[in-house]
């Protein structure tokens, strides 16, 4: 774009944009169309067709992701998932072995447990905040090492910096789940990853109301990553493509006004006596809260806990509260709650979950843009006896 766009914010309105805008639309229509004239394309990749991801509105979501993140290229999918799983299966081929985060989300955690042996792929778990320990079960194989910028639920925060250096020391491709972070937060291609991920429908689009997800990464591996997606077909449709273009536009000012509010509750809950333990890496007593703040502009609107008394006051406490939407998710405008072992990582073993500290008693809440007093009041009363 010619456009002298630096800030984060500016990128948000204007990064991607057509020029000329198109009939002058301020913003670009949806273009609801299967199939594009034939124009000369020299490959299959660049045929115009709405399964190969590459109409305008893909194209200027494209460009806009890739710009937030300071990276050359992107590609919108149907789901995080389809993100997720065609860029492990684009670097991974048959015989290869990854080195993938232990606490992460329950559907990555799924796909990799039980459908990597038939694809003949391999795996180890690693603890993300034991770097000395990863080389132990390092192999020739090992192609890639995947992980979370802050785990879903535990709010944990991995060793990022040494992630990429040993991808770099081992020559592997360094991928990483940025959902939670948001590029508002943190943006991984500045510090050395490969690859970042996201299920764009949390954060990026903001509303819960599409499902989608992004790979943002290098020309050459986004290119690879198109080229799997092409024959795998998670293709985003361009009216979810349009709403995330929307959505987008404010994400920096739902971020930051979230980043505010997480910090305030988690804080209010850290201090109330009915609560026994708080995930929140703003809170100055997380284990590692100053890694948090030398690497992010903010901890992000997550945050877990867990209430005393066990299960039964979980439930009870989230029936009591009336702002708050039980529903699984997070990201959007609205404040969600839930218990991850009944949504995100119900298809986790109990046994699974409780190794890597995931209770049947954790509660996962997605902080919205409600006022931050209304939902500290109503998260008082419901944790009243």
Known sequence: ??????????????????????????TVPI?????????GESSYDEIRYIRLNNTPN???????????????????TASGMA?????LLTVLSVG???????????????????????LGLSYDFIDGDEPDSWAKKLQPSTKAIYVETMTNPLLQVPDLKAVVEFARAHNLVSMIDNTFATPVNFRPIEHGFDLSLHSATKYLNGHSDIVGGACIGSESLIRRITHKLNHLGGTMDPHATFLLHRGIKTLALRVRYQNESGLRIAQ??????AIDHVNYPGLETHPRHARARELFDGFGGMLSFEVKGGVDSAEAFMRKTTLPISAP??????????????????????????RIGITDSLVRVSVGIEAREDLIEDFEQALRE
Do not use: W
């Open 96 to 118: 290869d072995h990854l080195l993938i985060q232990d606490c992460l989300y329950g559907g990555s955690h799924d796909f990799v447990r039980e459908d990597f042996a038939a």
């Open 1 to 26: 774009m010619s456009k002298n766009v630096r800030r984060l914010d500016t990128k948000l309105i204007h990064a991607g944009e057509p020029e000329p805008r198109i009939n002058g639309a301020v």
């Open 58 to 76: 893909h194209v200027a979501v494209h460009q806009k992701l890739a710009a937030l993140e300071n990276a050359e290229a992107a590609l919108v």
């Open 31 to 39: 273009f609801q169309s299967a199939t594009y004239e034939y124009a």
């Open 83 to 87: 993100a997720i799983s065609t860029a």
């Open 268 to 273: 209010f809950l850290e201090s109330h006596p």
């Open 329 to 354: 998710s997070l990201g959007g405008v609205e404040t969600l709650i839930t218990r991850p072992a009944t949504t995100s990582h119900s298809g986790m073993s109990p046994e699974e979950r409780r």
